[in-house]
Antibody, heavy 122, light 107 residues
Framework: EVQLLESGGGLVQPGGSLRLSCAVSGFTFRNYAMSWVRQAPGKGLEWVSGISDRGGDTYYADSVKGRFTISRDDSKNTLFLQMNGLRVEDTAVYYC???????????????WGQGTLVTVSS | DFQMTQSPSSLSASVGDRVTITCRASQGISNYLAWFQQAPGKAPKSLIYATSSLQRGVPSRFSGSGSGTDFTLTISSLQPEDFATYYCQQYNSDFQTFGQGTKLEIK
């Protein structure tokens, strides 16, 4: 059974940093691209970032480019999102999502985690 | 900016009804279109990929169609568990946009 478990969310002040983790099981992690998607309170889904298998290619939404960094540790079956320079508008539930192939380009999401809440507030 | 526009934003229907939700892309995306379902307080669930292919375990009352810029999600006979919010997403490019969502409510 495929499982994705996010952690690392919490309350942080504007300008602060946070590192999200997504621990996966039930599939061969190194063979699949992954993504982060967020949802602000009461709002819709927003794609944030993606990473290819082995981490060779990374992609970011304009809203987080230069502030967030996606990475993966295939030896630990874990996906990360390092978030720096956090803003109030980054407040959201952050979901990790598995793709069905090695890249995010032309390859859909099939599984989602349960999400972790990030609150940016003073 | 690459936009995905869903319509309607909300929809009221009854159990057993047939409903259709539309998603329009601001530029062509071939068939790289997915649909997701999100129940209140829950994580999204993948329903359809490549415009019309059902994810594993998704009931056959869900179907998708379209190409290029115009796409539809159809639920042939609504069940109580189908009342949720639905999102489309294009995954054609390296900036992967979601539609704003369609909330399906019980009439």
């Amino acid at each position: 059974e495929v499982q994705l478990l996010e952690s690392g969310g919490g309350l942080v002040q504007p300008g602060g940093s946070l590192r999200l983790s997504c621990a996966v099981s039930g599939f061969t992690f190194r063979n699949y691209a992954m993504s982060w998607v967020r949802q602000a309170p009461g709002k819709g889904l927003e794609w944030v970032s993606g990473i290819s298998d082995r981490g060779g290619d990374t992609y970011y939404a304009d809203s987080v480019k230069g502030r967030f960094t996606i990475s993966r540790d295939d030896s630990k079956n874990t996906l990360f999102l390092q978030m720096n320079g956090l803003r109030v508008e980054d407040t959201a539930v952050y979901y990790c999502a598995k793709r069905t192939g090695i890249t995010i380009l032309g390859v859909p999401i099939d599984y989602w985690g349960q999400g972790t809440l990030v609150t940016v507030s003073s | 900016d690459f936009q995905m526009t869903q319509s309607p934003s909300s929809l009221s229907a009854s159990v057993g009804d047939r409903v259709t939700i539309t998603c329009r892309a601001s530029q062509g995306i071939s068939n790289y279109l997915a649909w997701f379902q999100q129940a209140p307080g829950k994580a999204p669930k993948s329903l359809i990929y490549a415009t019309s292919s059902l994810q594993r375990g998704v009931p056959s009352r869900f179907s998708g169609s379209g190409s290029g810029t115009d796409f539809t999600l159809t639920i042939s006979s609504l069940q109580p568990e189908d009342f949720a919010t639905y999102y489309c997403q294009q995954y054609n490019s390296d900036f992967q946009t979601f539609g704003q969502g369609t909330k399906l409510e019980i009439k």
